[in-house]
C-alpha cells in the first residue's frame, strides 16, 4: 500500500509503547506504565487547569486508553508499536532508513532544553532514531524511511 503512494520520504513518529498486545493484561500494564509517565510530564509541564492539559488528557489520552483497555476487535484502533518492531517491519518490506538530519537533532535539542530546562525530559539519538524521554521511560519515537 504505501508503494503504491511513492513516498520519497516517510517519516514515522509513533509512542514508544506496545498497545498492540493481543491480551488485555499486557495491554493495561503497558498502557499503566507508558499513560504514568505522560502525565507526570503533563503534571510538571502545564497548569492543571491549562486548556492544553485537559484537552490532551481528555480528548486525546483518555480516548486512546479507553480503546486500548475497553476495546477488542475491529473497535480497537488504538495499536501502538515499540520503534524496533517498526524498524523490522519498514525492513522486511523493503524500506531502508535514513539518519535524521543533524541541524534537526540539534534544533529538537536546543527547543527542548530552552522550553523545558528544568524538566527531566531528555533526548536520545539511537540508530539513526530519535527517542523523547520523561526521566528514563521514552514516551516517543522518529525515524525516516524511503523505498529501497
Known amino acids: 500500500m504505501l508503494r503504491a503512494l511513492s513516498p520519497k520520504v516517510m517519516v514515522v513518529?509513533?509512542?514508544?509503547?506496545?498497545?498492540?498486545?493481543?491480551?488485555?493484561?499486557?495491554?493495561?500494564?503497558?498502557?499503566?506504565?507508558?499513560?504514568?509517565?505522560?502525565?507526570?510530564?503533563?503534571?510538571s509541564t502545564l497548569p492543571k487547569q491549562s486548556i492544553q492539559r485537559v484537552t490532551l488528557e481528555k480528548y486525546l489520552?483518555?480516548?486512546?486508553?479507553?480503546?486500548?483497555?475497553?476495546?477488542?476487535?475491529?473497535?480497537?484502533?488504538?495499536?501502538?508499536?515499540?520503534?524496533?518492531?517498526?524498524?523490522?517491519?519498514?525492513?522486511?518490506t523493503g524500506f531502508g532508513q535514513l539518519p535524521l538530519p543533524y541541524t534537526t537533532l540539534l534544533h529538537a535539542n536546543n527547543l527542548l532544553h530552552t522550553t523545558?530546562?528544568?524538566q527531566p525530559y531528555?533526548?536520545?539519538h539511537h540508530?539513526?532514531?530519535?527517542?523523547?524521554?520523561?526521566?528514563?521511560?521514552?514516551?516517543?519515537?522518529?525515524?525516516a524511511w524511503q523505498s529501497a
Open 116 to 118: 523545558y530546562s528544568s
Open 61 to 92: 489520552f483518555g480516548k486512546q486508553i479507553h480503546n486500548i483497555v475497553a476495546c477488542e476487535g475491529s473497535e480497537r484502533v488504538e495499536r501502538h508499536e515499540k520503534l524496533q518492531r517498526w524498524m523490522n517491519r519498514f525492513h522486511r
Open 127 to 143: 540508530q539513526a532514531c530519535l527517542t523523547i524521554c520523561w526521566e528514563e521511560r521514552p514516551l516517543y519515537s522518529v525515524s
Open 122 to 124: 531528555r533526548l536520545l
Open 13 to 43: 513518529v509513533e509512542q514508544e509503547s506496545n498497545h498492540n498486545g493481543e491480551h488485555l493484561m499486557d495491554r493495561f500494564v503497558e498502557a499503566l506504565y507508558y499513560y504514568s509517565a505522560i502525565f507526570d510530564s503533563l503534571e
